[in-house]
């Protein structure tokens, strides 16, 4: 019998609910309708559901616990991810709360050494870094799930076995209540860095993990700092090792330290040990102020994946697919980006619209991403807790340096998550005519938001849940080739979104599902776009094709390739 | 102030590459090492000026 924390967990800032556990129909004999189930509702989890549901496709949610996260834990989402969480639908709550951010701040011996602005475009509705807690986080996609009638979410149940033939998944689940079987098509693991499933089905995962124990503390002060990224290397206090200061909403700030080696984890989270430390960091920043404990966990660093992630009709995603290292914020925004690429291809593979090959693209495009960032991730890693003398001396060198000289602080750059490009998916065809552009969003990039008016961005207007086809019109509509292409999109295998953009927001609307009004040219110019030319992009927003000129034959072609079938 | 001139990917490879060069060199022998590390690069270099400026900023701050 699962019997989960009933009791809310304690916090100074945050209210946890409880979430009863409801007695499902597979305890009376009854079954489940749903083809895909979801074992954990961590952000990853949820965000997956409710992608599915977008697309039309039913799903059962596993979350063992009857609340929320327990912690802060990750707190920076990057532009991709609320970009992501906009295409969902989800984003208005995270705007309203999360503190938006582009700059960070690095100090060796009370000199700032480095200092950095992310890039930020004037066409960005995002800033690159929104701090939020996790509990946030999960609350409001909790929320989204609740208002979905195709996503059943069942607090207090456990997956504790896993078995799966040609045909289907089934789950044993334990609940409060005893415990039944859950027959699924799909199952995606979502179920955290600590996976069940991944130990039940034996897969292990690659990398290597690091040395070197972080402390995170999450206090409510009075510190009175912009949010931004605060790095302070080798405080007098903390010899040879760092700290990291971040704004959270709610008055609350995160500490971030290395621990000196061989001290254990209950040593360090002792609170007298841990309040000396917190008011030498107060001290540090000017700023001795009265505080309190909300939460302190300790961390490490791991840069591991999975070889693949599809394993039969079994789909690992999140932190159960990978454990990234945080600097950089990778966790959950890589997770997102995960979701986002799966949950298309589980709805059309999953309603039989694709053939299960289009799967593979999943593992193949996710698995290259968390191996890019296992490479920048372990970089960034090796200069914030040196796993070797050598390293460890190489970093002193270059800190040391770089208090009189300038070519080494590029090395201080803290290489923060960022959109991964699937520039050799197999999905992607027509790479003559994409060549063609001269510049643009090129295949496998991820669309880029243009600014169109005051609170009003071209994403805001790309909702709807299928491809999205762009066809640049000129001033008298799309004429021609475009125009029989727009035509025959709607009798495409899928869902095709047919978006017309041109400088006459009126010329083309027998045509379009979407119209975007370019007056000035400034969509067509970041998109490096003529009159007559088009992009297929992906349900993730993934340019998949584009052609100076679209007809069409070529958009069927196109088509075909990007729902995992044959190359034309 | 010197100038940069190996690009940020170039100096990351060095970065790597001296750091797993220290940890391959028994811990006695690691000034040794790089003491004839110096002075190869010194003579690749080849400019007493730069040399010294390099020396200036390598002694500073320590
Ligand atoms: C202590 C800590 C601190 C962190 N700090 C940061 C940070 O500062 N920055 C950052 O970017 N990332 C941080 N992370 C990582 C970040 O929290 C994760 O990357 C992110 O939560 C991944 O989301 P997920 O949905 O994949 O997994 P999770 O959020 O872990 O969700 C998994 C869910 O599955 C449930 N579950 C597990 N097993 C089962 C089962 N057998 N049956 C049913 N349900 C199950 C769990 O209860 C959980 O709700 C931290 C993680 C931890 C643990």
């Known amino acids: 019998m699962h019997l989960p924390e009933a009791q809310p967990r304690s916090s100074i800032f945050y209210d946890y609910r409880i979430h009863p556990f409801r007695r499902p129909p597979e305890l009376d004999g009854g079954r489940s309708a749903a083809p895909v189930v979801i074992v954990g509702a961590g952000p990853i989890g949820m965000l997956t559901a409710i992608e599915l549901a977008r697309f039309g496709v039913r799903s059962v949610l596993l979350e063992q616990e009857l609340q929320v996260s327990h912690g802060s834990r990750a707190i920076v989402l990057t532009r991709r991810s609320m970009e992501i969480l906009q295409h969902a639908g989800v984003a208005a709550p995270f705007e309203a709360k999360g503190l938006q951010w582009s700059s960070g701040r690095s100090f060796f011996r009370g000199h700032q050494v480095y200092s950095m602005v992310m890039p930020h475009d004037d066409d960005d509705r995002f800033l690159p870094g929104l701090n939020i807690q996790q509990q946030y986080i999960e609350e409001y996609l909790v929320d989204a799930v609740a208002r979905s009638s195709l996503i059943d979410l069942r607090w207090g149940s456990k997956v504790t076995a896993i078995t799966q033939d040609a045909a289907a998944v089934t789950l044993r689940v334990d609940t409060p209540e005893g415990d039944y079987d859950l027959v699924a098509d799909w199952v995606v693991a979502a179920d955290g860095g600590r996976s069940t499933i991944r130990k039940l089905m034996n897969l292990k995962m690659e990398g290597r993990s690091y040395a070197g124990n972080f402390v995170i503390a999450d206090i409510k002060a009075d510190i009175g700092l912009p949010t931004e990224r605060l790095c302070f290397f080798e405080p007098d206090w903390n010899p040879g090792n760092n700290v990291l200061v971040h704004r959270q909403p709610d008055g609350i700030w995160r500490i971030d330290f290395r621990l000196p080696d061989g001290e254990s984890s209950e040593d360090a989270l002792r609170p007298e040990k841990l309040g000396e430390r917190i008011d030498h960091v107060l001290g540090m920043l000017g700023r001795k102020v009265p505080w309190q404990l909300d939460w302190a966990t300790v961390y490490s660093a791991n840069t591991l994946t999975l070889p693949d992630y599809l394993s039969g009709r079994v789909l690992f995603t999140g932190d159960a697919a990978h454990l990234l290292p945080i600097f950089g914020v990778r966790g959950a925004n890589t997770g997102f980006q995960d979701g986002s690429n799966l949950a298309w291809k589980l709805a059309l593979v999953a309603k039989g619209d694709a053939p299960k090959a289009l799967l593979d693209s999943y593992s193949l495009e996710r ?19 040196p796993p070797t003398a050598g390293y460890r001396l190489m970093r002193d060198a270059v800190l040391s340096l770089s208090l009189s000289e300038e070519f080494p602080k590029d090395l201080l750059h803290w290489r923060t998550s960022r959109a991964h490009t699937y520039a050799h998916s197999p999905l992607n065809s027509f790479a003559a005519e994409d060549a063609a552009f001269d510049g643009g969003v090129g295949c496998g990039d991820p669309l880029r938001n243009v600014r169109l008016g005051a609170d009003d961005y071209l994403f805001d207007h790309l909702t709807g849940a299928g491809f999205l086809l762009l066809g640049f019109a000129g001033a008298a509509g799309p004429g021609g080739d475009l125009r029989d292409a727009l035509q025959a999109a709607v009798g495409a295998p899928v869902r095709v979104v047919r978006v017309v953009i041109g400088p006459q927001a009126d010329a083309a609307d027998a045509l379009a599902d979407i119209v975007v009004a370019d007056p000035d040219g400034r969509i067509a110019r970041k998109y490096a776009a003529p009159d007559g030319a088009a992009y297929l992009v992906r349900p993730d927003q993934h340019v998949c094709a584009r052609w100076r000129h679209l007809t069409a034959a070529h958009l069927a072609q196109a088509l075909t390739v990007a729902l995992g079938g044959a190359a034309s | 102030m010197m100038p940069k001139i190996l690009s940020t990917a170039e100096l990351e490879q060095v970065y790597d590459l001296f750091a ?27 400019d007493p000026a730069k040399i010294q400026a390099a020396v200036a900023a390598a002694a500073r701050d320590l």
């Open chain 1, 367 to 385: 698995v290259q991403a968390a191996r890019e960032i296992c490479d920048e991730g372990g970089k960034s890693t090796r200069f914030m807790t």
């Open chain 2, 20 to 46: 797993e060069t220290i940890d391959a060199t028994p811990e006695g022998m690691r000034p040794l090492m790089l003491t004839k590390l110096a002075l190869a690069l010194a003579n690749l270099v080849g």
